[in-house]
């Protein structure tokens, strides 16, 4: 709305007159405004993903059906950080806790980042029985876990008691000895123990050994676009195959799970 009656006007700065009909800004003050404005977005945007969020696409099906093979899921990266006096009453912080679903840097290469399920904290002693998984001394209830896998594995299945199979890594094989006790394996100060929801179809910390607090990434938050793909397509070496591109370019809306965009990834209590 205009004002009328006004009396006077206040002075304009210089930059103002670009506003001014027949007054243009010149290339250099046009180039510094472009640079300027780009480069507060790029700030903002290295620093969102070093210390608040992070996008992460799950190229495996070791947490189905939680989560799916081509999820882009939206990373909250404080959710576990470390905690402070005045952090804890302005920021979400929580502990790490059984039953929460974390992404986390694989420890045999950490510029790669895998998600599982955390089952075990410290002090608690783990062990599965015919694929059932014991924690404490009891069984408890995982209504994520699913076996797609008729045939049995006995490491896998038996673990830490069962003879440790080819796919342990040497990390594995130092798990089992340092941190077996008398038919569990007890999880250590400053490390977790996590699994894949597929229970049989996961590689996951009875292969690699415990992993420390400080490869924890943050928790997946919601699910942001989910798409049919193969692992091969998300795990090119090459970054993304053309295979992918075509396919995204062809299928995009039919192979694109529309019931899961913005979908919530929660953990569940483990007792």
Known sequence: MKRKNMKSDPVKPAAAQNDVPGVKPDFAEKTRSFIAEWTVTILLLVFGTATLLQAFVVPTSSMENTVLIGDHMIVDKLAFSPHSKLGSYLLPYTDVKRGDVIVFKY???PKENYVKRVVGVAGDRIHLV?????????????????????????????????????????????????????GDLVVPEGYFFAMGDNRDNSLDWRYWGLVPRENIVGKPAIIFWSYDA?????????????????DLGLNFFSKTRWK????????????
């Open 130 to 182: 015919n694929r059932d998984l014991y924690l404490n001394g009891h069984k408890p209830v995982e209504p994520y876990v699913v076996h797609k896998i008729e045939y049995p594995n006995e490491y896998r299945d038996n673990f830490p008691l069962a003879p440790p199979d080819g796919l342990v890594l040497q990390r594995g094989l130092d798990m089992l000895q340092a941190n077996v006790q008398n």
């Open 107 to 109: 420890p045999v290469n």
């Open 230 to 246: 193969t692992t091969a397509d998300l795990t090119d070496p090459n970054f993304i195959s053309l295979d992918h591109l075509l």
């Open 260 to 271: 899961r965009t913005f979908m919530f990834v929660r953990g569940y209590p483990l007792n």
